[in-house]
Each structure stands twice: as C-alpha cells, then as structure tokens.
C-alpha cells in the first residue's frame, strides 16, 4: 500500500504526478498547462477556460455537458488560468466520488476519464474551429469578469500596484486578458491557439486520491499524445531600485486600501526560500504578526493588514484596509515594522512559534486534495527538487541571521493607495 | 460516549453530554494530519431581544452585539488569545453568524494544549471599558470594508426586502452608529445569558484519540463552576407572511448592475426529518433550475442575462429562512422578472423521475466531497445538531427521498406575495 507519496513518471511530452492518499472520499484527475506569460497570448488563454466548458461533439450544449457530469455523481468540472510568477496556467480539474462510497456503481472513474478526454480533445467545432455563437457568447462572460473584478477593491488595487510596479516586465499582465484583444479573436484563430497550446505548453497531470489499484496512470496515457516536454524559462531577474515610487489613485470607496510592493529577489529554489517564508510570518503573514498587533490591534488603524509571499517572480505584498484619513500614520508604522525586520526587533521565541504556524499551515494545506497539488506544483514552476516535506523540514532548521539578511535584501519598490475621492476625512460619525 | 458508526460514510462518531450540559461530538480521522476543533454557541446577530439569566425583564441589546462580543472574547487582561494558539503552532479564528457565534483552531501538533485554550478563553471573558472603546475603531473599519463590496449589500439589501420586523434583516456586524452604545456590561449580559455551556456544542474533528480527547474535555468541564442551566428565552417579532418590500433599489457605484430574487420562507416544519426533507427539495429544485446544468439557467445564460457571477443560496433556521437567486447583469430588472416567473410556474410543474435520480446522485457526490473538509463536517454536523438532527442521518434520508413528494412540494411551494427583489445600481452611469 502506498500512503502520502508522490510519484513522478516522466511520459511521452508530459510529466503525470501520482499522488496516493486515503484522506478523501473523491479522486481528483487535473491538466496544468503552462507556458511564458505573453501580451499575445494572454487573452485568449484568460478565454479558453470559458470556451472548453461550451461542450464536446457527444454534449455540444454546455447544459448536455453538465448533466452528463451530474449523472456521474456530482462529478466537478473546473477550469481556470491563473498566473504563477511569469508562468500562465491553465488548469482543467475533475473532481469525481470514489465509488468504493457508492453502492450502485462500478466504472465511474473510466466514465469520467472518458468524459475529460472528450473535453479536452473532442471539443465542440464548427467548421475548422471553436463553433463562434459560443465563442461570441464567452466573451461576454470574461467582459463582465474583467468588469467585476474593479468592485473588489483589494484586488484591484493589488492589480493597479503591480502594473506600477512591473511596468515593464511581463508580471504585469492582467491574468484575465485585455477587453481590446477580444474583437479580433474568433472561433478558428482560437482553436488554432488551442491546438497549438495542446502541444507546446508544459503539461503536467495530476492523480490523487486512492487510486492504488485503480491503473490511473494507464487510463491517462491512452488519451494524450505529445512529443516533447517543454522546459519552463525562469523569470526576468530583479531591477536594482534607486528609490521607491508612490502612486495615490481614487475611487468611490469608504475604506482606503493602502498596499505596498517590495522586491525580495528570491524564488521558489532559492536557498533563502524558507527564510523568507519565516520573515514573512513574523512582519505579516498571521495574526500573531507585526503587522497585524501594530497596525490593528495597538494603534486600531484597520481591521486587515497582512503580508504574502509571491513565489516565482520574488516579489512581497503588504495589504491593509484603513480609514482614508489615516493614510499617513499607516505607511509609517508598516514602514517601521519593515525597519524593525531588518534590525531583528524580534525574538528567538517569536521566530519558533512562527515557524510552528508555517509547518502546521503547510501540513494543513496537504490535508487538503487542491492543496496537495498546488504545493507539489510548485516544484514544477520553481525548477526545483525541494519536496513539500523537505520544505517543511528547512523551515524548521532557519536562523534569525537568515531572517534579518532576508529583511535586508528585501527593497521597497512601489507603495500603492486607493482612497476615497474627497481624499482625507470620511471617518464615520 | 456514545459510538455512532456510519457505515457506508466510513465514518464514526463518539458523542456525550456533559453533567453541565455541554454536547461533545469527536469525529477521528487518523489519515489526516490536523485536528480541527469548534466551539459553538446557539446565539448570534438575531438574539437581540431576550431575558437575561437570572432576571425576569425582557431588554433588547444594541445591533452588532454578538458579533462585537465575538471581538471582544480574544482580549484577556494580560494577553490576546490569538497568541496562545499561534504559540503552539496553531491558527485560531472565529465568525459570528444569524444564529451562532463559534470560535475554532486547526492544529497540527498539541492538540490537547490548544484544545484547553479553545476552553478556557471561551469560558473565561474579561471585558473593559477601554478596550470596548478600542474595539470600536477596529469593527468600523470592518464595517466599512463591506459596505464596499456590492455583493454583500445585494445579499443583505435583499434580505431587508423580505423581513420587516425579524431581527435577521440587522446586519450582523451593527452599524458603525449602533456598536458605539455597546458597553462592558452588556456584553457581560449577553456573554452570561448565552455562553451557558448548555446552550453550546464542541466538536473535534481529526487527528485524534476520540477516548482521551473526551476524557481530557470532561475533566476540564468538570473543574469549572457553571450556574444551573436555565431554559433560554429569546423574543422575537411576529413576522407577517409576505414580503416588506417587493422591489428595493441600492444606488452604490458599481461597474455592473445586480439583480437578487429573495423568497422568504414560512411554515418552517417543526420535526426535524421534515425540517431537513424541505431543505433537501428546496436544494434540488433550485439546482434543477439554476444550477450550471439547470434548466433557467440556460435559458438566462443564453438570453444574455447573467455572467458566471449567478449563483443561488438557501437558508432555512427554526424560525426564519429564505433562498436568494441572482447576480450581476446588464438588465437587472429582466433578470428579476425571468427569476420570478420561472419561480411562479413552478407550481404547474413536475419533475420527471429521470431527472429527480440526476439530481439525488449528484447530491450524494456532492456530499461526499464535501466530507473532503473536517471543516465541513464539523460546521455540519454542529449546525444539524443545534437543530436536533444527526447530519450523517440526513445522508441516509437523501436516498429514502421520492420523487413524488417532491412534486408535491413543488405544487405548494412558491407564493407571489412572499418574493422580493433587490438591484443594486449606480445612478451616475
């Protein structure tokens, strides 16, 4: 019986990740594309997701396609792209229930893995491409995507912040497309894109669950022909700041959010990698954090202020909700607990229990079917050979020194606030 | 304790009730690698009005308060809990809702340590002046940020369109107005009134020995001293029938309009199989219609009408409960004559057998999946059980369901006069 192990076998142009464990009641197949984030490609990956869902020539309706998921138990289809570092991913999941759970049936799993197959290489055409009602139709539904995500005002801002901050590089892009490039895309040049995206993106395919005897892997093969594997190109390297840039923009918002950008230069294979992780945890990354006790909890100036790492461009986010008029007396206490990082304003026991809440979050997040991938993936989009668990393990063995020269290294780049048009006063009565 | 084993659901459960009325339930999963631990008391934002213990008058409490309380609870005289859980690794957080307020850690290591904290900082308030006033800075900013976010002001909008009188249509967290009159006393009020160990129910799910973690909680409860239980006595309004307002508009500046349908419940069962069957009907006739694979959700998509930001939501409790249908459009007042009218001719409906066997499979996956999450199950099976059912029962009763039974619902369930909408709009666009 193999429990809690990853196997990795390399296959013909892809990669498939064997991930044992009896923690869940379901099994998860799941697809991660992935190539360079690039302006001309964007849109159409930000679109594909929607498209893909459309149908297959067996379920050429989206409702057909779904009823066919509900009849295999509920099954969950789930696509997305998201952006890692200067990677874009898209990632095709299916989650199905392990029919040891169920009575009545016997063959879900091959039922579903024909169904995904047909997803993802008998989709619904029209002629040589993508049939254009339906194309038509989903570029309506990532408008109104790109449209909504301008009403959370977190991830706006953090949005704005990061086109300030990485004007020029290709971190920058919006993760959902551009709203100009959608009128020249249609059925056939997207499907054309597709075809291509089939065969150049890295590939990388999940399996997890228990699914010991179940011969996953073999199910899998016979549905995907590749020739090569792409190897992932690391990130543009870091900018030596001169000085940081601050940029104030406003809105229609009763709370300000006030987030900062700072350039750490370290990536996922980085030995300081799990030193970061431990700065972080001590300046912003949980309530017992600086951030959190000084600008919260002593001086009540938010009811959020957090840090968080991002892993493959090396890059760190501040982000805090405040009143519009106490933008000030914020950027000076979360600069200043920047400065107390850097000066080692911390102790030896502040530093083991962060460390236990970074291992206890991490082992949590393999508690967790989507966790357990995400955090294995990591390895792919890091080039790296450091484990989840072997991670875990260097966390446990960092120093304060490896702390404060992390501080040290990290370089404020951009500081970002978005507050409310009348600019100062609108405190509540 | 009790053992209750589920067999098909691979699951067992131990439970007790304690000599002070505490209810314990422990779930083991000795796969995973966390335990996860609820404390959870019958008593949220709807208990404004009620008999404090030991005293006869009625008095209502200012809005906000159960949930400022939940605040409050995390400040000791020396120390703030949080630091205790993050000391041993673990994360704590705590929610307050329209009738509970539960206050939980996951850990992965001590689970005995972090358990007696979860205890004792529940079971042991310390309130002053100066830090209520304190507090008070911090829940406005938390007012605020979600008097930014349009989604919410639909969701509760839409709620203040149905209830006239019940204290559910009360914002959870109060009005940056209403928690400046909250004071020490009352919170000591409400917290004795209604921290009562038998008024609460803890369940710990996980990594666990179910026989030491139940003897660990019964000696702990057994060195406390808790004044006799007393029958609670909660006031609440007599609530008419059909909605407060058909129409209720909210002009706030967003980038897309929203449109919400609200249906206001009455006629809640008092048996607690019936209780659930209506819940599990009411799930399958909303997932018939407006799920991906619905049969209105089609149609709404196709027309135009709705993005992927639909989605649908129902909330029954013993003495209130409502569905809401919507999300952002282009056309709200469309979306909301659509939603109403596909609601109305349900009653000329029937579901045929085919399609009621879809939705019961899927449900069942459903579930399964969910069971992924100790979290789930834990919020579950507490909530099941502050209603007087066992939810792994209510699996079973899944499958015991006909289809039948469900057309008879259907026949009686929709009532024009108890259906609201709410649109949320910017005037200036």
Not at chain 1, 374 to 382: D, F, K
């Amino acid at each position: 019986m193999r429990e809690n192990v990853e196997e990795v076998i390399s296959k013909q142009g892809y990669d498939i990740h064997l991930l044992h464990t009896k923690k869940f009641k379901t099994i998860h197949i799941a697809f991660k594309f992935v190539t360079n984030l690039s302006r001309d490609s964007i849109t159409k990956r930000a679109l594909l997701p929607y498209v893909l869902q459309q149908g297959t020539q067996n379920y050429p309706t989206a409702i057909a396609l779904r009823q066919q998921l509900d009849e295999l138990y509920g099954a969950v289809l789930h696509m997305d792209s998201s952006k890692k570092g200067e990677n874009h991913i898209i990632t095709v999941r299916l989650e199905m229930a392990n029919e040891q759970y169920i009575s009545s049936q016997t063959s879900l799993l091959d039922q579903a893995i024909q169904l995904l197959e047909e997803i993802l290489y008998r989709p619904k055409l029209e002629g040589n491409g993508f049939d254009p009602q339906q194309v038509e139709r989903e570029k309506q539904t990532l408008q109104s995507k790109m449209t909504a995500l301008t009403e959370d005002k977190m991830s706006f801002a953090n949005t704005r912040m990061i086109e300030e901050m990485c004007e020029s590089e290709p971190y920058q892009l919006r993760v959902h497309g551009y709203r100009e490039d959608l009128e020249e895309i249609n059925g056939e040049s997207l499907y054309q894109y597709y075809q291509k995206m089939l065969q150049e993106d890295r590939l990388d395919v999940f399996a997890i669950g228990d699914i010991d005897e179940l011969d996953v892997m073999d199910k899998i093969n016979q549905m995907i022909q590749r020739n090569t594997q792409q190897q992932l190109t690391q990130p543009t390297t870091q900018q030596q700041i001169e000085s940081s840039q601050t940029i104030i923009e406003t809105d229609q918002v009763q709370q300000a959010k006030l987030h900062f950008g700072y350039r750490t230069g370290i990536t996922y294979d980085d030995k300081k990698y799990p030193a970061l992780h431990v700065f972080n945890g001590l300046f912003g990354g949980f309530p017992s954090s600086k951030l959190f006790l000084n600008v919260r909890e002593k001086h009540s100036l938010a009811y959020y202020a957090a840090s968080r790492v991002e892993s493959h461009k090396g890059l760190l986010f501040v982000f805090s909700g405040i009143a519009p008029d106490q933008y000030d007396r914020a950027r000076s206490i979360i600069l200043e607990q920047m400065e107390q990082m850097r000066t080692g304003d911390f102790t030896e026991q502040d530093i083991q229990e962060t460390k236990d809440m970074l291992v206890n979050q991490l082992k949590e997040t393999l508690d967790n079917p989507q966790g357990m991938m995400e955090l294995h993936y990591q390895q792919v989009l890091g080039n790296s050979q450091r484990s989840p668990e072997q991670f875990i393990q260097e966390v446990q063995q960092v120093t304060k020194q490896e702390v404060t020269d992390v501080a040290k290294q990290i370089q404020l780049d951009t500081v970002y606030l978005l507050t409310s048009e009348d600019g100062d006063s609108n405190e509540a009565s | 304790m009790k053992r209750h084993n589920y067999e098909q659901l691979n699951e067992t459960i131990y439970s007790d009730q304690l000599s002070n009325g505490l209810r314990v339930h422990i779930l083991p999963k000795p796969e995973m690698t966390k335990a996860y631990a609820i404390f959870t008391t019958n008593y949220g934002s709807i208990d404004q009005s009620f008999v404090p213990i030991k005293q006869s008058e009625s008095i209502t409490v200012p809005d906000g308060i159960a949930h400022f309380l939940e605040h409050k609870m995390f400040e000791k005289e020396d120390r703030d809990v949080f630091q205790d859980f993050s000391k041993r690794g673990a994360s704590a957080n705590a929610y307050t809702s329209f009738t509970k307020t539960a206050y939980l850690f996951s850990a992965t290591a001590e689970v005995k340590e972090n358990l007696r904290t979860l205890l004792n900082f529940v079971q042991d308030p310390y309130f002053s002046e100066e830090s209520v006033e304190k507090e008070k800075g911090i829940i406005e900013q938390e007012i605020q940020m979600y008097n930014d976010q349009p989604d919410w002001r639909a969701f509760f909008g839409t709620i203040k369109s149905m209830y006239q009188y019940h204290p559910v249509q009360i914002d959870i967290a109060g009005t940056v107005d209403s928690i400046q009159n909250i004071t020490k006393d009352d919170l000591y009020t409400c917290y004795h009134t209604f921290y009562h160990p038998s008024n609460m129910v803890l369940f710990i799910a996980g990594n666990v020995d179910p026989e030491e973690i139940g003897a660990f909680v019964r000696e702990n409860q057994e060195n406390k001293n808790f004044e006799p239980a007393e029958p609670l006595k909660r006031q609440f309004p007599s609530e008419p029938k059909a909605v407060a307002e058909k129409e209720k508009r909210i002009d706030m500046p967003v980038a897309v309009p929203k449109a919400l349908v609200g249906l206001k419940e009455t006629d809640l069962p008092e048996d607690p199989k019936e209780f659930v069957k209506k819940e599990w009907f009411i799930d399958m006739i909303l997932d018939y219609l407006f799920s991906k694979s619905g049969i209105e959700y089609k149609k709404l998509y196709e027309e135009g009408l709705i993005d992927q930001s639909f989605s649908y939501e129902n909330h029954l409790e013993r003495n209130f409960g409502f569905t809401i249908i919507g999300g952002n459009t282009e056309d709200p007042e469309g979306l909301a004559e659509n939603i109403q009218h596909s609601l109305l001719r349900l009653k000329e409906q029937k579901l045929d057998e085919e399609s009621f066997q879809r939705l019961q499979r899927k449900k069942l996956g459903q579930t399964l999946r969910a069971m992924n999450s100790l979290e789930f199950m834990a919020n579950q099976y507490t909530h099941y059980d502050m209603l007087g059912v066992d939810f792994f029962e209510t699996i079973q009763w899944l499958e015991d369901l006909h289809y039948q039974e469900l057309n008879q619902f259907l026949h009686d369930w929709i009532d024009e006069s108890r259906i609201a909408t709410c649109i949320v709009q910017s005037n200036q666009s």
